[in-house]
C-alpha cells in the first residue's frame, strides 16, 4: 500500500561518518535539532575488532603501513 501524504513540518537527515563512530542528526526546516543518534564503533560493535578506531586486522599497525 501506498504511503499517504505528508503532513507535518520538513525534516532534514545529516550524516557524519568519522574513523571513531557514525552520527545522524534531525533538524526542521528552521534548523532547530530534532533528534541524534551515535554508534561508537570501538564500544558498540566489539565483534569488528575496533580499539580506538583501528582495525587489528595486523599484529601490529606498524606491519600494516
Known sequence: MAPGPKTGPALFLGL????????ASIVDESLELVGVECVDFDTELPEYQYVLSWHMFCSSVFHCL
Open 16 to 23: 557524519e561518518l568519522a574513523t571513531d563512530q557514525l552520527r
